[in-house]
């Protein structure tokens, strides 16, 4: 099976195309499972996914640690997976609007839509400002704290310009819309 859904059709009836993005625990890199062969001329050959949609969907979302039962295995493949936000795919906007030009989009006819992907931006607290959940609190620098907060930071939303770049890329303000930040 692939990881083709067949009757998806978009808005004109053209078929839709997948991708979903999980991190090759064995090769320390992006796989990208796809529903079609992704082909352009000097931009290289991405082949489609033989895998079931649910199965990428697993590899893509399977936490990067051992809290569960270790990678996403499937049945009769040796292959294993992390989730995709490990390639700095947490906002895989980029990745999407790069498929899209692979495809032959011209970039100024991409409209993304970025769900989930958002993050609230609090102020950071002034030196002595009590504590506050309106706050983000100043942490005291330190070997333990800054491993802690390097390896917490992959659960976040680090790679919070990949929204940004998406909408130069694209070249227009109506370029990329993602989720909306409210203030707190």
């Not at 053209?14 to 000097?42: M, Q």
């Not at 050959?45 to 809290?67: F, K, L, M």
């Amino acid at each position: 099976m692939t990881l083709a859904v067949t009757d998806l059709k978009g808005p004109v009836g053209v078929e839709v195309h997948l991708l979903i993005v999980g991190f090759d625990y064995d090769r320390k890199r992006a796989k990208f499972f796809r529903s079609a062969t992704a082909d352009r001329a000097g931009l290289g050959h991405g082949a489609e996914a033989s895998i079931s949609p649910a199965e990428a969907i697993h590899a893509s979302t399977n936490a990067p640690v051992d809290y569960f039962d270790g990678p996403a295995r499937f049945p009769r493949r040796p292959d294993r997976y992390w989730d995709g936000g490990i390639t700095g795919c947490n906002n895989p906007v980029m990745v999407a609007v790069t498929e899209a030009v692979v495809l032959g989009q011209h970039p100024k006819d991409i409209v993304a839509l970025s769900l989930g992907t958002g993050s609230v931006l609090l102020p950071v607290a002034g030196p002595g400002a009590p504590s506050s959940p309106y706050l983000t609190q100043r942490d005291r620098p330190g070997l333990g704290g800054d491993i802690k907060k390097l390896t917490m930071s992959i659960l976040d939303d680090p790679p919070d310009a990949a929204t940004f770049v998406a909408h130069v890329v694209t070249g227009d303000s109506a370029g990329v819309v993602t989720t909306c930040q409210l203030p707190p």
